[in-house]
């Protein structure tokens, strides 16, 4: 089993930064690529970016690319999510989120197989 573990939201002015962090604890070679997904009330859960465990390929949505990054480090099992430049849009819950299966598809939360239990962000405008 995979068990991840967020940290890092809070509250943040438009044009600020966060960082959120994702601890995975378990079978961590057991893991294809990471994701972090984001959900707002009323909303259906939406991809923010993705990392591929081994490689290090990223992928982001149209409405974070040039604003935010992902990265992970091997070593310390764990994937972050750096955000710049905030807007109050980005207000959301955010999910870490593993694929232990090794689907092609990065952009869709059936795809992946563990989730952390979420980190409030907040940007104020």
């Known amino acids: 089993q995979v068990q991840l573990v967020e940290s890092g939201g809070g509250l943040a002015q438009a044009g600020g930064s966060l960082r959120l962090s994702c601890a995975v604890r378990?079978?961590?070679?057991?893991?294809?690529?990471m994701g972090w997904f984001r959900q707002a009330p009323g909303q259906e859960r939406e991809f923010v970016a993705a990392?591929?465990?081994?490689?290090?390929?990223?992928y982001y949505a149209d409405s974070v690319k040039g604003r935010f990054t992902i990265s992970r480090d091997n070593a310390k099992n764990t994937a972050y999510l750096q955000m710049n430049s905030l807007k109050p849009e980005d207000t959301a819950l955010y999910y870490c989120?593993?694929?232990?299966?090794?689907?092609?598809?990065?952009?869709?939360?059936?795809?992946?197989?563990?989730w952390g239990q979420g980190t409030q962000v907040t940007v104020s405008s």
């Open positions: 378990g079978r961590t070679f057991s893991i294809y690529k």
């Open positions: 990392i591929e465990y081994t490689g290090g390929r990223t």
């Open positions: 989120a593993a694929d232990g299966r090794g689907s092609v598809v990065v952009g869709t939360p059936g795809d992946y197989d563990y």
